[in-house]
């Protein structure tokens, strides 16, 4: 299922060749209360600090982290 969010870039960490950012986010996804955002890239494209307009693809929900896979992303200007 397809998720579209309005958030801003507060974190990111690199394993391996994969790179975990994490979003800001306050809401509900699924009936669960999600507090951020972990989106999984394999390339650094993120500034952190800059609002984004993303679609995700939801994989899980984990510790009221909804955990994606980026569809596509816009800079928020």
Do not use: P
Not at 19 to 48: A, D, E, M, P
Request: glycine share 4%; aromatic share 16%; hydrophobic share 40%.
């Amino acid at each position: 299922m397809r998720f579209l969010a309005i958030s801003r870039c507060f974190k990111k960490n690199q394993m391996n060749q994969e790179y975990i950012t994490t979003f800001h986010f306050r809401g509900y996804y699924c009936g669960s209360c999600i507090k951020s955002i972990k989106v999984l890239t394999q390339k650094n494209i993120f500034v952190l600090g800059m609002d984004y307009i993303l679609t995700l693809d939801s994989v899980k929900i984990e510790n009221k982290n909804l955990w994606c896979t980026l569809f596509k992303y816009q800079k928020l200007f």
